[in-house]
């Protein structure tokens, strides 16, 4: 087996991925024609033009603009289907998905119509693929603690089915600590946590990330390479950090893929492993990434298998779902 195809291979799992990041154009399209709503291009094409982003802000712009269309409960069970369904071609077999209650709760959708469809596109993906999941719902940081807290309220019906609360949208001037309260409160109420800090932002938000709101994950925090401090504490800790390598280069976080860290980070020992973040946006789902960081960075066989055996490790299945992963990864030979 050449690299490629252990990389096609390896079971996976992904920790970070919008779901509203998944919307294909195509789907897009068809969803915005049954549901009569008017969108600002001619035909696909056009949408693909418009996803030339300069920085995460030009980004969020198009992906809030995007996730409009979607009403109807069938609509983002639609969305999440699509998803699974590129799981099931990349061998992802567990994934921990995003969703922004505020980008649909904002536009008058009910929380149990998205969470619906959700729910039941994971029970299929379950059913059909194998393929198990868990939702984090994310608060968007560029809204106001007090929504957050309201958006907390919202999903406490739905408690049991949601493992975890996270952090997302337009880092910069929206520290963590602007959310240190309702992150205290979600782990009262029984949620694990997670946010995105050091995408765009500083290394000073991972410290926040961490000694404030007390996450179980960083997303992203490609930026703490610049402090060697917090390096040495991520990897003491084995604090994971969910990479999304074709996104920093969509969002210019890096200039080219060469430069890019992931590599660097794994050979001084912090738990990283590889996600697609928005990939309908930014060029690829899980294989896509691999791939293009094994073209810019040449990884071994033992390389690749640490990150996917760190995608097992640092996910909130058992220890003895991640024992099988690593077992399982471990006998693949290229
Ligand atoms: N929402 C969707 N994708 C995001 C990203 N990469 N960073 C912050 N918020 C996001
Ligand atoms: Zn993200």
């Given amino acids: 087996m050449n690299h490629l195809a252990l990389i096609q291979a390896m079971p996976k799992a992904e920790l970070h991925v919008h779901i509203e990041g ?37 980004f969020l712009d198009i992906y809030y603009a995007g996730a409009k269309v979607l009403i109807h409960e069938q609509d983002f069970y639609d969305l999440a289907w699509a998803y699974f369904k590129k799981c099931h071609a990349d061998h992802v077999v567990h994934t921990e998905i995003f969703f922004d209650p505020q980008t649909h709760t904002e536009r008058g959708i009910a929380f149990e119509t998205f969470f619906n469809g959700f729910q039941r ?32 309220e919202q999903a406490l019906p739905f408690k049991d089915q949601i493992i975890a609360v996270g952090l997302d949208s ?79 280069l969509k969002l210019c976080v ?48 033992a390389e690749l298998k640490q990150l996917a055996v760190n995608s097992f490790n640092a996910s909130f299945i058992s220890a003895a779902e991640k024992k099988h992963w690593a077992e399982t990864i471990a006998k693949l030979s290229v």
Avoid at 131 to 144: K, N, P
């Fill in 121 to 152: 596109a994971c029970q299929d993906a379950k059913s059909e693929f194998g393929i198990s999941s868990h939702l984090i719902m994310c608060f968007l940081r560029h809204l106001s603690e007090q929504e957050a807290f309201e958006t907390l």
């Fill in 170 to 248: 337009s880092e910069m001037g929206h520290p963590p600590e602007k959310f240190q309260r309702v992150f205290a409160a979600a782990a009262e109420a029984g949620f694990l946590l997670v946010a995105h800090a050091g995408e765009e932002g500083p290394p000073e938000y991972v410290w926040q990330a961490l000694d404030l709101l007390k996450v179980n994950r960083i997303d992203h925090g490609v930026r703490s390479e610049e402090d060697s401090q917090l390096l040495a504490r991520l990897a003491k800790e084995q604090m994971p950090l969910t990479v999304c390598p074709l996104s920093n």
């Fill in 22 to 58: 998944t919307f294909e154009p195509e789907l897009m399209f068809e969803i915005a024609q049954r549901n009569h709503i008017q969108i600002p291009y001619q035909n696909i094409e056009e949408v693909r033009q418009a996803y030339n982003f300069h920085n995460l802000q030009s």
């Fill in 254 to 301: 890096v200039d080219d893929m060469q430069q890019h860290n992931i590599q660097r980070l794994l050979q001084q020992g912090l738990c990283v492993m590889v996600n697609s973040d928005d990939p309908a946006y930014f060029g690829g789902y899980m294989n896509d990434n691999f791939i293009a960081i094994q073209n810019a960075l040449n990884l071994s066989e």
